[in-house]
């Protein structure tokens, strides 16, 4: 039915990395309600009416294709929680036998928590962008409502899916003091992910000559938060597991 879904605007037909011992395909849906200058999906925030679409049927002809293999399906953006279509396009999936993983900012708490009390995500990971107080209308360029945020890590953190925290180390907003900051914020989470910020394709062009701390340092401030604040830390890319079990 038109207008019933979501626009996509960008499809991975598998991943091995968005879903961390899973493989996937991911969707990346259009528009955000913050402007983060370190974003690297710019055009699905400024520019998504530019993008080709792609029709909700490339993605069933891809689970349909690939049965058997492919786990489910990642949800990202943008901000996929913004999209009133996003329920039936989860339903759609899952009806196709898809395992649902929902990438989020957090800030709509209610989108979240509906869709975890009618089982329809299987994983959650909400990016935290900084520390929760004035430091996050920088981070977001926006006017975020850091409560919501708050409300959506307390939400995830009682619901017994999977899930994890995560956030991208740009050093204009976010060093040790800001890390170890949102690490007490979610103080005994299962999960907390230190990203690599890398420039080049930013929101902000003035992202772009900033330059990243060492991955060494990152995960430093891993090693430090890791099982005294969270309960694992690492940097996105190390491995923080035994080894991934084979795929039936």
């Known amino acids: 039915m038109p207008g019933k879904y979501p626009p996509i605007r960008g499809l991975i037909e598998n991943t091995l990395i968005d879903w961390e011992g899973r493989i996937a395909c991911e969707v990346f ?3 955000c309600n913050l402007r983060c200058p370190f974003c690297h999906a710019g055009h699905l925030v400024t520019h998504s009416g530019e993008l080709e679409s792609i029709p909700v049927e490339a993605v069933i002809g891809c689970l349909d294709r690939h049965k058997g ?8 953006g943008g901000e996929p929680t913004l999209h009133e279509g996003l329920r039936p396009m989860i339903e759609l999936f899952r009806s196709h036998g898809a395992m649902i993983k929902l990438d989020t900012n957090g800030t709509r708490p ?5 869709l975890i009390r009618d089982g329809l995500v299987e994983a959650i990971s909400i990016d935290i962008k900084t520390a929760f107080d004035e430091r996050y209308r920088d981070a977001t360029a926006a006017d975020c ?15 017994g899916v999977e899930y994890e925290f ?9 060093g040790p003091e800001e890390v170890r900051d949102i690490a007490e914020a979610i103080r005994g989470a299962g999960k907390y992910v ?16 900033v330059t ?6 990152l995960q430093e401030w891993a090693g430090e938060l890791g099982g005294r604040l969270v309960e694992t830390c690492v940097v996105r890319g190390d491995w923080a597991g035994p080894e991934s079990p084979e795929k039936d």
């Open 29 to 31: 849906l259009p528009t």
């Open 69 to 76: 293999w492919l786990d489910g399906v990642v949800v990202s």
């Open 110 to 114: 209610d989108v979240i928590e509906g």
């Open 145 to 159: 409502d850091v409560d919501a945020v708050r409300r959506s890590i307390a939400i995830v953190m009682e619901s």
């Open 166 to 174: 995560r956030t991208t180390v740009c050093p204009a907003f976010i």
């Open 194 to 209: 230190l990203q690599q910020f890398t420039p080049g394709n930013c929101l902000d062009p003035a992202m772009n000559s």
């Open 212 to 217: 990243p701390y060492p991955r060494e340092k």
